[in-house]
């Protein structure tokens, strides 16, 4: 069944305040078999919200509102749902009975604010909230219905949870799904990679996504014959992806190394100038990580290049920090200092200031020596600081994955 | 004027992808004195598209469209558009010799396809796209206007700050804001703690956002008296928060650290545990941050942690990593080892496994060593791995922040 999300809530709509509700419950909808088929962000107005609640039951399927159920004066759901159903409000024992409760246990006076929580639209049900004092509103109709819950994520999520049983008759079957990962092109050159796809796989549908320094693909059908398809489809894309392919099993990145290290029996230090962290943070997000990486090194300037890792002054002095035989030197330096089998290395200029003529905002210098050799590599990235900071982090790890498939690693890579 | 924004396409609404153009384009429209009032997003559907038009236009201001004006059969934005202004489609010849152009320098083939993005409703307007093949299209009506632009974020940026000067009639006064933010306690403390906001200061809209360990606060007016309401309003806030208040210009704890440490002539290295990197990966969001942030160590397991940091292993054996003994002697360890005068040091268990009775996941430890004294912390933080980590880094700046300010950092702080 379609799915019509709307979130409610001024704040949402204000530089620097992002509606995020709608990634969980999309996630969570499309593995009870609900399909969300739009969202809508709307200001704590009456008129606003009630037009869009009458946008998204023209569409007919389940309607999930977010926000503007609470006791403020800003919460204005609950009269637009009344104005949009054509029914009056009316108090809710059931709902009165667990406001007051939630009231007495906060010690709080029930005020008639509180006590309006209570009300729902003639012929609803109240949803039992036990996160918050805010009970949700349900309307079934024909073979659809309008939910209300909280904005507070731990309410609606507890509550969306409990409430996902009782809606099941309403879902169809779950899409079958699969989702590649790639690394070290842009979504462009994927997209012309995979071009024939559509044309080989018409029942497929295929989205990319794109984040600095790395494509994810996501493949979906529904009905019979959809597990072939999506299998058929998934091993096409795999192999147009090539070596530039991190998994078809919609593992990560750092999931990825860590498994390639651990076949090995090999650890991992990193050893980071622009990233300052970002490589050894991301690869701490794998659970149990600690078995296959021992440390990392964060050097943001020569001197503790030099301390931490025994990178030659000379080299620095003679070809810059932001260096070929610097980032080799960094590599080789935390491998020993560390004792450890594997060292990734990544320096570079993350800007907006510190660029040169030769060596331009951008430029990173990425290396990684392992037991059977050592591999270094050269990009100009694009984009601001925070951007060339976590490509650049993205290709360390993609390197360490190359490097220990003992592919080619593609690009300016030059074997040292 | 009030802006609605439209994203289309289908991978907007699916688990993992996110719509995100509309955060920076609230950002710049606020700023150049719009106001988006709403956002929709809708699959690559013409119906779904031209509903979520016939929505948008009703409220009268500025509609922009982003997304499914290339040239592939998923674009549909243009059909729907001209549905909606009940216009046909014609030929427009300065966007077609761009489309041609842009084939040519790409060297592909100008196909139909390609040529169908030179289509613009009868009226409109063609909008150059300096980074892709699809012109924008621009529909003026009255007081109002239709833009569409590419959904590639690259050429959509470009494209929208061209336009911007085009539509700075159609603004009006830019609201007056502040951003105050604040680390160390959660929301609803701090909603309780400014509680009166409202009531003191009717005419301004207060919206607070919570990431974990912080809090951020964002006032909002209009018209005449606005600034000076606004700033009375951001004082009284920031006497509410006291100590709390990481700052009431909108500056960034790292940014604030930064200050305290410049003011100071102070350099800061970080000792990471659980955190691995993100405490320093943050400070270097800072441009410039070189000259104050020297090195940091990721010490992952107890040999790192005496190698790198010569924490004795008696403290570990004894107390174990996660204790207070231990976080203290990373901080002096780092300390001395660098050569800096403060350092920072965050030892927990983000989780899942790893906890124990006596210390439960979420127990994590933080140390500041500097000239004058040396903090030290302890907390057990809520959430699934990332969060605690995310949390953790945060509080370990807020903690800097704290001991550079020589405040009371409240807690279960306590000299050592």
């Known amino acids: 069944m379609k799915v019509c999300l709307v979130a409610v809530g001024s704040e949402l709509l204000r530089p620097g305040f992002r509606e995020s509700h709608s990634n969980w419950l999309a996630e969570k909808l499309e593995s009870a078999g609900f399909e969300v088929v739009s ?40 009269q637009a749902l009344a104005a949009v159903l054509g029914r ?32 729902v639209p003639e012929g609803a049900f109240s949803l039992r909230n036990r996160a918050g004092s805010a009970p949700g509103i349900l309307v079934t109709r024909g073979n659809g219905a309008l939910v209300a819950l909280p904005g507070v994520f731990s309410e609606m999520s507890s509550m969306f949870q409990a409430l996902i049983p009782k809606l099941r008759h309403l879902a169809r079957s779950q899409p079958v799904t699969a989702t590649l990962r790639s690394a070290g092109v842009g979504e462009s050159r994927i997209d012309r990679r995979i071009r024939g796809v559509h044309a080989r796989f018409p029942r497929v549908e295929v989205t990319t996504l794109a984040l600095p320094g790395e494509v994810t693909i996501q493949l979906r059908s529904r009905g019979p014959g959809a597990p072939g398809e999506v299998e058929r489809c998934r091993r096409w894309v795999a192999r147009k992806l090539r ?11 750092e999931k990825v190394v860590f498994n390639l290290l651990k076949r090995r029996g090999w650890r991992l230090v990193a050893a980071e100038s622009c990233t300052a962290g970002l490589v050894s943070a991301r690869l701490a997000r794998v659970p149990g990580v600690s078995s296959v990486f021992a440390a990392g090194a964060v050097c943001y300037n020569d001197r503790a290049k030099e301390r931490m890792l025994s990178v030659p002054r000379d080299v620095l002095v003679k070809h810059g920090a932001v260096s070929r035989p610097a980032v080799l030197a960094m590599a080789r330096g935390a491998a020993e200092t560390f004792g450890a089998e594997v060292a990734v290395a990544v320096t570079g200029i993350a800007g907006p200031g510190g660029g040169t003529a030769g060596t331009p905002v951008g430029t990173v210098h990425w290396a990684v020596v392992h037991p059977e050799g050592q591999t270094a590599r050269m990009r100009c990235l694009a984009g601001d600081r925070e951007r060339i900071r976590v490509h650049a982090a993205c290709a360390a790890l993609d390197l360490v994955r190359r490097t220990l498939l003992g592919a080619r690693a593609g690009g300016a890579r030059h074997r040292a």
Chains 1, 2 share one sequence.
């Open 243 to 253: 070596n530039d392919l991190i998994s078809d099993t919609g593992e990560v990145l």
């Open 88 to 119: 009056p409000l009316r108090r809710d024992p059931r709902a009165e009975s667990q406001v007051r409760e939630w009231c007495r246990r906060h010690r709080l006076p029930c005020t008639l604010a509180q006590r309006q929580q209570a009300l």
């Open 39 to 78: 969202l809508q962000v709307v200001p704590d107005d009456p008129e606003a919200i009630a037009s869009s609640l009458i946008q998204a039951r023209s569409s007919g399927g389940l309607v999930l509102v977010t926000g503007g159920i609470g006791p403020t004066r800003d919460d204005r759901t609950r």
